[in-house]
């Protein structure tokens, strides 16, 4: 079964009985293939999955960890999701098989006690053709993730400022869009901070887009990453605290950090495999002027560092959201405040 990342909220609305077993979320849209995630956790919890096992994999595993968290038992017999992330796409020699030993458990024992949502980036047609790949798409439900072009943006844009009560002039949405560059975590941004700065007004109109831009030049999300990049912590907890003290949203600011985290993974990867890093980064949408802030900072971490700041990342918005991790402070700005030293330093804190 394949489904629509637009009717997605169709499929929840009309599924009375609660979540299917196994979903899988394909595309390479960051921000919204974690909205997706997002939305079907949150179907899960209205569901009462009260126990959530979150795994983020590469082509090194653990994989024979996965069918370990599938079969085992709660304690109190809870319904549980189980969340399988692999943001490099790789599934090394033993991803493949243990999936399709996944699918196919979910196809025999039909559990209702289990909710496997699996996260990925769009696949490549050699990969998709592949017997495992097959076995998963067969039984999973499919959530396809399309890629936004700029002149996607602007229907994009009027949908997420309609959901927030609002419209917008013409005009307004046409500096919108130039000011974001067809950056949709920098859009999503912005809509909501205009959302704040609009208060009563429900009609955005040229000069609350101007005067939005214009607050927002001191304190820009953009600074902050590239400041963690080049590995400025001082510089980097500025920033932060500056975007806090002016209402971003913590989320947000979340988001563009963990896109420049899965970057570096990707790096990371190029270099353990001899690959040409320039490529990698062109082929991510990073402009030649911004590859050296990556080439930098990937010296300063090894792969099992960056997967801790991408499960950092995983237990911030889990945070956010109310509920608490071992081991993790219950301030999600504290625990940013402790993501962007790691980050902006070697990994450790």
């Known amino acids: 079964m394949k489904i629509s990342y637009d009717a997605l909220e169709k499929h ?3 599924s009375k009985s609660g979540p299917k077993n196994f979903y899988l979320v394909m595309g390479d849209e960051i921000l919204l293939n974690i909205d997706a995630v997002d939305r079907l956790r949150e179907f899960c919890r209205k569901h009462e999955y009260s126990e959530r096992i979150s795994m983020v994999l590469d082509s090194n595993g653990p994989w024979d960890d996965v069918l370990t968290h599938l079969q085992t038992n709660t304690l109190f017999a809870e319904n549980k999701i189980l969340e399988i992330s692999i943001p490099s796409g790789k599934f090394g020699r033993k991803g493949g098989p243990t999936l399709a030993k996944l699918a196919e458990y979910i196809k025999e024992q039909n559990p209702e006690d289990i909710c496997v949502i699996i996260s990925c980036p769009k696949l490549d047609k ?12 067969n039984i999973a439900t499919l959530i396809d993730i399309p890629n936004l072009k700029r002149k996607d943006l602007p229907a994009w844009a009027r949908k997420l400022i309609k959901q927030n009560g609002q419209t917008i002039d013409d005009d307004a949405l046409t500096l919108l869009i130039d000011r974001i560059e067809g950056n949709i975590v920098a859009a999503k941004q912005e809509i909501n901070k205009l959302a704040l700065l609009a208060g009563s007004e ?5 000069d609350m887009v101007r005067s939005s831009v214009a607050d927002s030049a001191r304190y820009d999300v953009f600074q902050l990453t590239e400041a ?5 912590i001082p510089r980097s907890l500025k920033i932060f605290h500056g975007l806090i003290q002016e209402g971003a949203n913590i989320i947000q600011i979340l988001a563009m950090v963990t896109r420049e985290i899965r970057i570096l993974y990707r790096v990371m990867q190029g270099k353990v495999n001899a690959e040409a890093l320039p490529s990698i980064l062109s082929s991510m949408g990073v402009f030649p002027s911004f590859h050296q802030r990556y080439l930098s900072a990937v ?51």
């Open 12 to 14: 929840i609305k009309e």
């Open 126 to 137: 050699k990969t998709q053709q592949t017997k495992w790949f097959t076995s998963v798409v």
């Open 202 to 206: 429900t009609n955005l109109t040229l």
């Open 228 to 232: 963690m990049m080049l590995g400025n």
């Open 299 to 349: 010296n300063r971490f090894n792969m099992p560092k960056v997967m801790g700041l991408l499960q950092h990342a995983t237990d911030i918005d889990q945070i956010s959201k109310g509920y608490p991790i071992d081991g993790r402070l219950k301030s999600p700005i504290s625990e940013m405040e402790r993501l962007i030293i790691k980050t902006a330093g070697n990994g450790l804190l």
